[in-house]
C-alpha cells in the first residue's frame, strides 16, 4: 500500500504564490481600491439627487464611526494586555479571574451585550450612548485580544525568559523588554484583523441610536426612500474604510518582519 | 425540471384557493406601537388597527393576515412586493403618496410631545440644544428635525426611546397621540407625562398603502374601511383601545 506510486511533490509545483516585491502585479487590494473610489465620485456625479445626497448626509456619522472605533481599540488593548497576561500568570486568582472574563465575554453575543450595557445596566448608571458603545465594544473585543496575546506570548521560546532573567532581569523587566518586543510581530497581524472586524462591528451601535455611518443612512433613507442608493453608498464608505486601514496594517507588518527576511 | 413543477401545483393552489375562499391580503405591521398594533402577552398581533382591518374584512370579505416587520425598511417591502399593504399607523404624507397610492384616510392623529414628570417644557421651542427622540422614518421624528435648535435622535423602536427618556438620557419624545398616553399614562406613569400636542397645520392621517396602482387590493380596503365607518364599528374600537 505504501509503495505503489506515491508521487513526490515538489514546493516548486503549486501554484505559483504572489510574490508581495513583484510591483508588476495587479492586486485585489488595487482592484477594490480603485473601483470603491471610481464609484464613490461616479455615482453621486452620475445621480447628485440620490446618491450624491446621501453622501452629503452621513459624513458627521462617518467621524463617529471613528470615534468609537478609536476609543474602543485603545480600550480593547488595554484589557487585552491585562487579559493576556493574566491568563498566563502563574498567580491562581488572577488566572482565574482573566479565564472567567474571557470565558463570559465570548460566550455573549456582542449585540447582546450592547443592548445589556445600554438598556439594563442604563436603569443603574446612566451611561451616555457613545461611551456604552465602547464600554460594549472594548469588554467585547478585549476578551479576543487577550487570547491574541496570550498566544503571541506563549510563541516566544522560554529559553528567551530563561537567559533574561538568568542575566538579573525580573519578571516584569523580561516582558517588557523582551518578551513583548518580540511577541508584538507574532500579534499584530490578527490584532489588526481584531481592529477591522471591531470597525465593521461598530455598524451594530446604530441599535442604541448612535449616529453612525448606518444610522445616519438609515434616517436618510427613511426619508426618501431610496433604499438601494443608500445602502450602495454604506457599503462602499465602509470598504474604503477597511481597504485603507488593511493597507496601514499590512505595512506596518512589513515593517515589524523585517528580521525575517532573508 | 422539479422547481417547474412546484411552481405550477403553487399556481394551482393560489388559483384554486381563490376561486372558492374570500381574498387574503397580506398586512406588514410593525407591531411596537401600542395601543394601535403591538403584540401581547400571548405572542399574538393585536391592537386598534388589527381589529379594525379584522372588522373591514368581515364586512366586504376578505381575509387579512399580519406579518410582523421592522418599520425601518418596511416600505421597502411593499414596494418589493413582500405583503399587499401595510397596516402600521402609517401617516398619510405628500412624501410618502409619491411611492404609494393610500387608502381612505382611517384615524386622525396628532404628534404629542413626552417629557419627564419633572420637566417644565411645553413644547420643542423649550428643548433648544437638547437631545429629542422618536422613530426612525415617522412623522414625529420628522417633526423633531423640523424644529429649530433642538438635536435629533432617532430609535428603531418607540420603546427604546422612552426607555431612556426614562433613565433621562434624552430630554423628551415625539410620536403619535394614542402611542404617547399609552407609554406616558400606563406603562411609564411614575415618571413620565405628555408635556403638549405639538401644532401643526394640516390634519394628520393614518391610511394603508399599497404599491402604487394596486387598485384591486385598494379598492377592497377602501370599502372595508365605509362598511366599518359606516357600522360604528370604528367608534367601538376606539372605546376598546383607547378610550375616548
Not at chain 2, 428643548?127 to 427622540?133: A, E, F, I, Q
Request: aromatic letters at 10%; a neutral charge; glycine letters at 8%.
Amino acid at each position: 500500500m505504501a509503495e505503489c506510486d506515491v508521487k513526490k511533490i515538489d514546493v516548486g509545483d503549486g501554484a505559483a504564490l504572489p510574490d508581495p516585491e513583484d510591483k508588476g502585479l495587479v492586486s485585489a487590494w488595487w482592484i477594490a481600491l480603485i473601483g470603491t473610489i471610481g464609484l464613490l465620485i461616479a455615482l453621486p456625479v452620475k445621480d447628485p439627487d440620490t446618491y450624491g445626497r446621501v453622501l452629503t448626509f452621513i459624513p458627521d456619522g462617518i467621524l463617529v464611526t471613528f470615534e468609537v472605533t478609536i476609543l474602543s481599540i485603545a480600550l480593547a488593548l488595554v484589557i487585552g494586555l491585562l487579559t493576556g497576561l493574566g491568563r498566563l500568570s502563574k498567580n491562581r486568582y488572577i488566572n482565574l479571574i482573566a479565564s472567567l472574563y474571557v470565558e463570559v465575554v465570548r460566550g455573549v453575543p456582542l449585540l447582546v451585550q450592547l443592548f445589556y450595557i445600554y438598556f439594563a445596566l442604563g436603569r443603574f448608571v446612566r451611561v451616555p450612548d457613545i461611551m456604552a458603545a465602547v464600554i460594549a465594544l472594548s469588554f467585547c473585543y478585549g476578551a479576543y485580544m487577550g487570547e491574541v496575546f496570550r498566544a503571541g506570548i506563549k510563541s516566544i521560546d522560554f529559553g528567551q525568559s530563561e537567559a533574561a532573567l538568568s542575566q538579573g532581569f525580573n519578571q516584569a523587566q523580561t516582558m517588557r523588554y523582551v518578551i513583548l518586543p518580540q511577541a508584538w510581530r507574532t500579534i499584530l497581524p490578527p490584532v489588526g484583523n481584531e481592529f477591522i472586524a471591531l470597525l465593521k462591528d461598530t455598524s451594530l451601535v446604530s441599535i442604541l441610536a448612535v449616529s453612525d455611518i448606518l444610522r445616519r443612512g438609515r434616517e436618510y433613507a427613511s426619508e426618501s426612500f431610496n433604499y438601494f442608493e443608500t445602502y450602495t453608498i454604506i457599503a462602499l464608505v465602509y470598504l474604503l474604510i477597511t481597504l485603507v486601514l488593511s493597507k496601514i496594517l499590512s505595512n506596518m507588518e512589513q515593517r515589524l518582519s523585517h528580521y525575517e527576511k532573508r | 425540471m422539479l422547481k417547474k413543477a412546484v411552481l405550477t401545483l403553487v399556481t394551482l393552489a393560489v388559483m384554486c384557493g381563490s376561486a372558492w375562499a374570500e381574498k387574503t391580503i397580506i398586512f406588514a405591521t410593525d407591531a411596537t406601537w401600542p395601543p394601535m398594533e403591538f403584540v401581547d402577552a400571548h405572542k399574538n398581533i393585536v391592537g386598534y388597527s388589527i381589529d379594525f382591518l379584522t372588522a373591514a374584512g368581515k364586512e366586504v370579505g376578505f381575509k387579512p393576515v399580519f406579518k410582523n416587520t421592522a418599520w425601518d425598511g418596511i416600505f421597502a417591502g411593499l414596494a418589493a412586493g413582500k405583503y399587499d399593504s401595510i397596516t402600521s399607523s402609517v401617516s398619510i404624507t405628500e412624501e410618502r403618496q409619491k411611492k404609494m397610492d393610500f387608502s381612505e384616510p382611517y384615524f386622525v392623529v396628532q404628534q404629542a410631545l413626552i417629557v419627564q414628570k419633572d420637566s417644565k417644557a411645553m413644547g420643542l421651542a423649550d428643548l433648544k440644544g437638547k437631545k429629542v427622540g422618536g422613530q426612525i422614518g415617522t412623522t414625529g421624528y420628522f417633526a423633531i428635525k423640523a424644529a429649530e435648535g433642538v438635536e435629533p435622535k432617532s430609535y428603531d423602536e418607540i420603546g427604546l426611546a422612552m426607555e431612556d427618556l426614562n433613565v433621562g438620557r434624552i430630554a423628551a419624545v415625539v410620536c403619535d397621540d394614542p402611542v404617547a398616553a399609552n407609554y406616558a399614562l400606563i406603562k411609564y406613569k411614575d415618571t413620565l407625562k405628555i408635556a403638549s400636542v405639538i401644532k401643526s397645520d394640516k390634519p394628520e392621517y393614518y391610511g394603508f398603502p399599497v404599491q402604487k396602482g394596486n387598485k384591486e387590493i385598494l379598492d377592497l380596503i377602501n370599502k372595508g374601511i365605509e362598511a366599518v365607518k359606516a357600522k360604528g364599528i370604528d367608534q367601538e374600537l376606539k372605546k376598546k383601545w383607547i378610550g375616548q
